[in-house]
């Protein structure tokens, strides 16, 4: 059987991404009525995590999701493992692939996770690398689908001829947009300082209508059926700090630029949120934030995520 891994966004058909959103809300509806929902209990499954960098939110989803669904975690950190000690990734995927049934990544260039899945006897999904952040976008669009319901029920049917603005970094939360917007059909409205545009080849997408760039904003925002952003500098790049701080003043999400879109458009930001720099107090602690949800959702997400790369899909 081949081994389906999750390493971008567009490693699921759009099909199969439906059938993900469709199962994740299945097994939140369980998770809300405290019904147990143990398919990696018998026989016992193990999910590796791997973290070469900082998080919050994808450990503790992805470690109470695994177990909730009664398989076992193995956490591991660039600090606390031969990673740290220069131990090919080559090697490590052969070793750890052979001991668990499922890995997951948050590392930096995204060649490494290519490289430990090309060694992987199990799939691997990406916790986030310096490209991308799939686990991410898949909840975000599991949030807008559930406050923007298509009068069909069907999950796709809720993104088709949507507008996402993209205000701030053309990072690794950018490329993912672009990409689920040419898988799933609908258009990023981008917005970047001069200096870190998204670039399309970095991004994986082949068809440039999906996104249409706009130097002001403002601008970005307008007829936005959602608004998102993320901090000015990821992880591994910390170095750039001042020099970002400077470049994007003018790329905080403040009330007057969510007044743009519509009156019924989402606010939503991955976390961690720098307040008064990307965005305003006003703005992600304000009605039209749904982040707190956003960030409940990655575990469902990743939930249905795990049961469709080790289970296949269930009905
Ligand atoms: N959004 C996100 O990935 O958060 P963490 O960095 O806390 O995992
Ligand atoms: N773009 C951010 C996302 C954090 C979840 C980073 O890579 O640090």
Redesign the pocket.
């Known amino acids: 059987m081949t081994i389906r891994h999750y390493l971008q966004f567009k490693d699921l058909s759009a099909d199969e991404c439906a059938h993900v959103l469709e199962r994740a809300a299945h097994i939140k509806k369980k998770f809300k009525a405290v019904e147990k929902y143990q398919p990696f209990a018998d026989p016992d499954r193990t999910l590796a995590m791997i973290f070469e960098?900082?998080?919050?939110?994808?450990?503790?989803?992805f470690e109470a999701g695994m177990y909730q669904m009664g398989g076992s975690v193995v956490h591991l950190t660039t600090g606390d493992s031969q990673l740290g000690r220069a131990e090919p990734i080559e090697d490590s995927a052969k070793v750890i692939s052979r001991m668990v049934d499922l890995v997951m990544i948050?590392t930096f260039e995204h060649s490494k996770i290519e490289a430990f899945a090309a060694h992987s006897r199990v799939p691997v999904i990406n916790?986030?690398t310096n490209e991308f952040?799939p686990?991410?976008i898949l909840a975000d669009l599991f949030t807008l689908a559930e406050y923007r319901p298509a009068s069909s029920g069907k999950p796709l049917d809720a993104f088709k001829g949507k507008v996402v603005a993209w205000v701030g970094d053309g990072n690794n939360m950018a490329n993912t947009w672009l990409q689920a917007a040419e898988l799933l059909g609908f258009t990023v409205h981008v917005s970047t300082p001069g200096g870190y545009e998204v670039d399309p080849v970095l991004a994986g997408i082949s068809n440039r209508d999906c996104y249409k760039v706009f130097k002001d904003p403002r601008e970005a925002c307008a007829g936005a059926d959602l608004v998102t952003t993320d901090v000015w500098t990821s992880?591994g790049f910390e170095s750039e700090n001042e020099v970002r701080r400077e470049a994007f003043k003018r790329w905080c999400v403040d009330e007057d630029m969510m007044r743009q879109a519509r009156p019924d458009a989402l606010f939503m930001h991955?976390?961690?949120a720098h307040r008064g720099e990307e965005v305003s107090a006003e703005v992600i602690d304000g009605p039209q934030s749904v982040v707190w949800d956003e960030?409940e959702n990655?575990m469902h997400a990743q939930k249905a995520l795990m049961e469709f790369l080790l289970l296949g899909r269930l009905a």
Do not use: E, I, W, Y
């Open positions: 960098k900082a998080s919050t939110r994808t450990r503790v989803s948050r916790g986030l952040h686990c991410q992880m991955c976390l961690p960030a990655r």
